[in-house]
């Protein structure tokens, strides 16, 4: 069963069209000129009043029907990643390094879909804001946005975003109520030493042979210092030292990433993370320190919304299609920042299961061209069911 709206289902080639146009230009974060004209040309051919420029590269729309002062925001995320896409067909990255690899193209055009559809039709009673939201990967897209005003120049009742999730089959969208996932934060961990000749090693201060202690170290955090029940993720994703075969370094740098499903968890991670660091360096005459930057709030859907959310969806595809009990995420997102200030939900969408279907962040990954009708149901009907029209309706 899958009750897409027609009139955007008959819009599939076209639609596709710009998915492979995004996909072949992707702009990393709040670089995403290209990417915000196009999609601010084409949500005023449709006839909304468009706000470009709030988070230096978002794009905002309002689209009014009728007198009613209900309103709902509904969010995509524009921006792509540095990784060097391996994929081989014809609208693949034109620019080495840069890629859709998390489906943002397609995010982009579903919003924009439901935008042409809910011009057209206006079966609906309040105000839409449509969020074009830049930098959602780890550069703070979100919370740009909302010091920039979002929610005060453009106020609204609830807010609703959506991913595509690779693996799940076509049809299928899943959703949790409270938090759905992980909040996440970037340190660097700076190590000093005292460089020396590679032959003498006993005239250094070795600061890799800290940072490789403080690398281990940092993993008994998650095996000794949180409950067993309680997620927590702590990846160390670079080490930097040293230019030489024959030169002990004199500094080395450990970065990487901290996920977990509360605040209280990432203090206590931070706390332990400096004290350790600190400690091992210390112990081999070294000294080091952390600088810690959270970087995403744990995602947290409010009940109500997450219901209706799901609901709506379960329209489209039907109950069975809908996984309300999903395990949580440890992935991260920035929309958490827009719920933490705003009630709303997000919900997930598959992208398919198909072999040879790749995760997201992977350089052979693609969004599924065949879900972009689905999803730009999904964001339209939300819009109808939530904002509806009081009185008799057009037959
Ligand atoms: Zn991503
Ligand atoms: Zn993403």
Redesign the pocket.
């Known amino acids: 069963m899958m009750n897409v709206i027609q009139s955007i289902a008959d819009f599939q080639d076209e639609l596709t069209k710009w998915r492979r146009d995004i996909h072949a230009h992707p702009e990393l974060g709040f670089e995403e000129e290209r990417t915000a004209k196009l999609v601010a040309e084409k949500l005023q051919s449709f006839g909304l009043d468009v706000q470009r420029g709030l988070g230096k590269t978002g794009v905002v729309a309002t689209l009014q029907v009728g007198n009613s002062h209900q309103s709902i925001g509904l969010r995509a995320?524009m921006d792509a990643l540095p990784i060097l896409e391996s994929n081989q067909f014809g609208h693949r990255s034109k620019y080495p390094g840069k890629m859709h690899a998390?489906?943002?193209d397609g995010h982009t055009v579903m919003l924009l879909a439901a935008a042409r559809y809910l011009a057209e039709s206006k079966n609906f009673d309040g105000c839409v804001r449509f969020i074009f939201q830049p930098a959602?990967?780890g550069l703070g897209g979100a919370e740009a946005m909302l010091l920039d005003g979002l929610l005060e120049q453009f106020p609204m009742e609830a807010v609703f975003g959506m991913?595509n999730s690779p693996g799940m089959p076509v049809g299928k969208f899943a959703i949790l109520s409270g938090p759905m996932m992980a909040g996440g934060a970037y340190f660097d961990i700076h190590v000093d030493g005292k460089g020396a000749h590679g032959a003498h090693p006993s005239a250094s201060i070795d600061p890799v042979i800290a940072a490789a202690h403080i690398t281990t170290g940092l993993q008994t955090i998650v095996s000794r210092n949180v409950a067993p029940t309680q997620p927590l993720v702590i990846s160390v994703t670079q080490i930097h030292s040293g230019d030489a075969y024959n030169v002990i370094p004199q500094t080395a740098v450990l970065s990487g990433t901290v996920r977990a499903f509360s605040k209280t968890v990432l203090a206590m991670a931070e706390e332990r993370m400096g004290k350790l660091a600190k400690s091992i360096a210390a112990g081999f005459g070294a000294t080091a320190e952390l600088d810690f930057r959270i970087r995403f709030l744990p995602l947290v859907n409010q009940p109500e919304e997450a219901d209706f959310a799901a609901d709506t969806a379960a329209e489209l595809v039907g109950q069975e299609n809908i996984h309300r009990d999903f395990p949580l995420i440890m992935a991260s997102?920035d929309f958490s920042y827009m719920l933490d200030n705003c009630p709303g939900a997000y919900i997930n969408i598959g992208n398919g299961d198909h072999a040879g279907s790749q995760g997201?962040h992977n350089p052979g990954y693609e969004f599924n061209d065949e879900i972009l009708a689905l999803g730009a149901s999904y964001y339209a009907r939300l819009v109808e069911r939530r904002l509806v029209r009081e009185g008799p309706q057009d037959a």
């Open positions: 995320d998390c489906g943002h959602e990967e991913h997102e997201v």
